[in-house]
């Protein structure tokens, strides 16, 4: 508890300093260059799912026995335009090597699972390449404004996993194959290196959007938030009041560890902010959105 009061009075004083942005230092600078950037350009695209979509992935889910119950679907509703400007998100997930050069630099904690043992003395965890995990969203988000970034919208995040076609999966729309698209249902049992999965990418060529691990979105949870009477089409819209740092935050995309029912990118799934665990890493994205205070 004092390291996540810690982390949090540490990050209420970047937001309260509207996120200006700091001087990149040396060591961030030298893991800005390992990131490989991937351009979205501005413009509107589809959000969200239609009642018919919804309600089929919700049969399916039935179907598996995935456990996902129907409030997790009608979070998708309704499907709506939102208009984003121009971004680059990173093509893959931030990796156990990138991230020790933070713990490195800023002397921050080391990651840790949801019962706090030593992620890093895991050696199914550890390798240089495999994405970091153990990682709670203050943690995630720190290392994003260290390197002068952010953690992805919501709406970034799915609009880089589905394109302006609305794709089901990044891929398309068939049906995520394991050891072809991603990595998902205990196949490997543990989070593969970056980039395993060629077939799995999106047109843009962003990996492991899908499966390998779950990924941190910038925004709280709110499962109606696509039910409000917008006026005309959202521009840039997120959802994030710093004052309720405990509230649930989005994570997307599912894990090593979830079924296929987890995979489809307009999923919305939650986590508490304060927690770690062995199947949630983040990616990042720049510049970093403008959140007033």
Same mark, same amino acid.
């Given at each position: 508890?004092?390291?996540?009061?810690?982390?949090?009075?540490?990050?209420?004083?970047?937001?309260?300093?509207?996120?200006?942005?700091?001087?990149?230092?040396?060591?961030?600078?030298?893991?800005?260059?390992?990131?490989?950037?991937?351009?979205?350009?501005?413009?509107?695209?589809?959000?969200?799912?239609?009642?018919?979509?919804?309600?089929?992935?919700?049969?399916?889910?039935?179907?598996?026995?995935?456990?996902?119950?129907?409030?997790?679907?009608?979070?998708?509703?309704?499907?709506?335009?939102?208009?984003?400007?121009?971004?680059?998100?990173?093509?893959?997930?931030?990796?156990?090597? /990138?991230?020790?050069? !933070?713990?490195?630099?800023? #002397? %921050? &904690?080391? @990651?840790? =699972?949801?019962?706090?043992?030593?992620?890093?003395?895991?050696?199914?965890?550890?390798?240089?390449?495999?994405?970091?995990?153990?990682?709670?969203?203050?943690?995630?988000?720190?290392?994003?404004?260290?390197?002068?970034?952010?953690?992805?919208?919501?709406?970034?995040?799915?609009?880089?996993?589905?394109?302006?076609?609305?794709?089901?999966?990044?891929?398309?729309?068939?049906?995520?194959?394991?050891? /072809?698209?991603?990595? !998902?249902?205990?196949?490997? #049992? %543990? &989070?593969? @290196?970056? =980039?395993?999965?060629?077939?799995?990418?999106?047109?843009?060529?962003?990996?492991?959007?899908?499966?390998?691990?779950?990924?941190?979105?910038?925004?709280?949870?709110?499962?109606?938030?696509?039910?409000?009477?917008?006026?005309?089409?959202?521009?840039?819209?997120?959802?994030?009041?710093?004052?309720?740092?405990?509230?649930?935050?989005?994570?997307?995309?599912?894990?090593?560890?979830?079924?296929?029912?987890?995979?489809?990118?307009?999923?919305?799934?939650?986590?508490? &902010?304060?927690?770690?665990?062995?199947?949630?890493?983040?990616?990042?994205?720049?510049?970093?959105?403008?959140?007033?205070?």
């Amino acid at each position: 508890m004092k390291r996540g009061c810690f982390v949090v009075v540490g990050l209420c004083l970047a937001i309260y300093g509207n996120f200006a942005v700091a001087e990149i230092g040396k060591a961030a600078q030298q893991v800005l260059a390992t990131i490989e950037w991937v351009a979205i350009p501005e413009g509107e695209f589809l959000m969200g799912s239609t009642p018919e979509e919804a309600n089929a992935a919700y049969q399916d889910a039935k179907l598996r026995s995935s456990m996902l119950e129907q409030h997790t679907f009608d979070a998708e509703l309704p499907q709506h335009q939102v208009y984003l400007s121009a971004y680059e998100i990173s093509r893959y997930e931030i990796t156990n090597a /990138q991230y020790r050069a !933070f713990v490195a630099a800023m #002397n %921050r &904690p080391t @990651p840790r =699972g949801h019962n706090g043992e030593e992620t890093w003395a895991d050696e199914t965890l550890n390798g240089d390449t495999q994405p970091i995990v153990g990682v709670t969203w203050f943690d995630a988000q720190a290392f994003a404004e260290w390197i002068g970034g952010s953690l992805p919208t919501e709406a970034q995040w799915e609009r880089a996993a589905r394109g302006t076609e609305a794709r089901m999966y990044p891929w398309g729309n068939t049906p995520p194959k394991a050891r /072809q698209h991603a990595n !998902f249902a205990r196949r490997y #049992n %543990r &989070p593969m @290196p970056i =980039g395993q999965f060629p077939k799995g990418r999106s047109p843009e060529g962003i990996a492991d959007l899908a499966g390998n691990v779950w990924e941190w979105c910038l925004d709280e949870y709110d499962p109606t938030i696509y039910q409000r009477n917008w006026k005309g089409v959202p521009h840039d819209r997120f959802n994030l009041r710093f004052r309720d740092v405990l509230r649930s935050r989005v994570i997307r995309g599912g894990a090593w560890d979830v079924g296929s029912a987890f995979l489809r990118s307009s999923l919305r799934f939650k986590f508490y &902010p304060l927690d770690s665990t062995h199947t949630i890493g983040f990616r990042v994205v720049r510049p970093r959105p403008v959140i007033k205070p």
